[in-house]
């Protein structure tokens, strides 16, 4: 397989890469940090070996979580070549990703590493990158600020810059033919204290965690990445998405494996934190969609991705219970415990450019994402192999 992968003719070398191309695609200022050529020319250009096509190779950060999984298992589906960055000697969650996604080629590195990066960049040879890695809990990123920062902030800047070395990028070598497109996946947290309602790519930013602040800087490194350098560099900027393979210390996931401990009797109670938080939750398999078609784009550009309905968390638990045919009220206790030091009091997406532009849908709604997270958890628990909740408890700031 190394060998395959160092034979491959991608275009990291040759003046054609070093050097800008002039021409710029329809609607984008020429000039020299342009040097970018479109999705279908670059892909034709990969295409003429003799042994036919070559598919679009993807390096996937985070291909363990629950994004990973999703976007892995779609771009398998388009014949995308999917390599995923795992990090540590005995990563528990890898048996997962080779059981779900056999096809996948695993390659080690770490956010906190740029060598390991570098390597895992010139390993895989990508046509695209997509960050998903992250410290992604929020309450996690008061607990342990420093790391939040390093892995969820800095990690976007150490992947861009494994991306810019290997491409021979600099400020006289602007990007060409070929160049590989990247993805950062940005988070409705950066609005934070909302502005305004719903929220637009236009949205100024106001967060509320250190997760939200360091989201804020990749966000905003990307854009610099792609004015400074010319690079192909873009941003989703997703609300909550779900779906059973969502970590249990995420509320849709608590509440669903809740509601199906109590039907079970494996457990009354159910304690939660803000009931009256409002958010805008979408299903993950609907939005990994959207960043495959944000690097298909003959423009860089950002997006919001989201469904525009808000529920707040009492809704959720309501329904989640209602599916089991439970009352809620018999089983919810409000635990001081799960309060934020900052709380994000709603959220509610505008994804009119996506439509557009992108011809994007989620084409699950809120109803039918809780029904199928509490029957998923309901056949978990009800099987013989059982559940190891991975959840934490209380958090303590
Ligand atoms: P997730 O399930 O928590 O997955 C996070 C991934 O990051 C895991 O694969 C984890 O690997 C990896 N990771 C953590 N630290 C790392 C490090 N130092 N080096 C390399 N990998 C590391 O998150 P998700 O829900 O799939 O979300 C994917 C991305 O989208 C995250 O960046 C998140 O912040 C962002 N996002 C998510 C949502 C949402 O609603 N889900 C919304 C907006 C934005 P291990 O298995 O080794 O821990
Ligand atoms: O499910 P949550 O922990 O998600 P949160 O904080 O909105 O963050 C998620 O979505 C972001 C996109 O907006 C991502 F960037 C981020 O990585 C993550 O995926 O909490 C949702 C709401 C909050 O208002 C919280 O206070 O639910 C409220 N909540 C109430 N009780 C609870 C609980 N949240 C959790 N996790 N646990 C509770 O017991």
Redesign the pocket.
């Known amino acids: 397989m190394l060998t395959e992968a160092l034979l491959r003719p991608r275009d990291l070398s040759g003046s054609e890469h070093y050097h800008p191309v002039h021409r710029a695609p329809p609607g984008v200022p020429s000039g020299r940090c342009y040097g970018w050529v479109g999705y279908r020319e670059a892909t034709d250009s990969r295409c003429r070996g003799r042994e036919g096509p070559l598919a679009r190779r993807a390096l996937i950060t985070g291909i363990t979580g629950q994004d990973g999984s999703y976007l892995a298992e779609h771009l398998l589906s388009l014949g995308y070549d999917v390599w995923g960055l795992v990090r540590g000697q005995s990563n528990p969650r890898v048996p997962r990703v080779r059981d779900l996604l056999a096809d996948v080629k695993l390659v080690r590195g770490d956010l906190l590493d740029q060598g390991s990066l570098i390597a895992a960049v010139e390993r895989a040879q990508p046509d695209e990158v997509y960050n998903l890695a992250?410290i992604?809990?929020?309450?996690m990123s008061w607990q342990q600020a420093e790391l939040t920062g390093e892995v969820t902030g800095l990690g976007v800047l150490r992947v861009l810059e494994a991306i810019r070395v290997c491409s021979g990028i600099s400020a006289s070598r602007t990007p060409g033919r070929g160049q590989i497109r990247f993805y950062q996946?940005s988070?409705?947290?950066m609005?934070g204290q909302v502005r305004e309602s719903p929220q637009t790519e236009a949205t100024s930013f106001h967060p509320r965690?250190p997760?939200?602040v360091a989201?804020v800087y990749g966000h905003f490194l990307t854009q610099n990445y792609r004015e400074s350098y010319g690079m192909y560099a873009v941003s989703g900027i997703?609300?909550?998405?779900?779906s059973p393979r969502?970590g249990s210390?995420?509320?849709?996931?608590?509440v669903s494996l809740g509601v199906a401990k109590a039907k079970l009797g494996l457990e009354r109670q159910l304690?939660?934190?803000?009931?009256s938080?409002?958010?805008?939750w979408g299903f993950a398999g609907d939005y990994v969609r959207a960043m495959q078609l944000m690097l298909a784009q003959d423009e860089p550009a950002d997006f919001v991705i989201g469904t525009g309905i808000t529920h707040t968390?009492q809704s959720?638990v309501e329904r989640a219970f209602e599916v089991a045919g439970l009352d809620w009220q018999d089983h919810v206790v409000c635990?001081a415990a799960?309060?934020?030091p900052a709380?994000?009091?709603q959220?509610c997406a505008d994804a009119s450019k996506a439509r557009q532009r992108l011809g994007w849908e989620p084409l699950t709604g809120f109803d039918e994402l809780v029904t199928m997270m509490v029957e998923s958890d309901l056949k978990l628990l009800s099987g013989n192999g059982g559940y190891q909740d991975g959840s934490f408890g209380h958090?303590v700031w």
């Open positions: 992250a992604s809990y929020v309450p996946a988070s409705s947290e609005f965690s997760y939200g989201k997703l609300f909550n998405h779900e969502r210390e995420f509320v849709t996931r608590k304690r939660l934190g803000n009931l938080a409002s958010r805008d968390v959720l635990d799960f309060i934020r709380e994000v009091d959220l958090d």
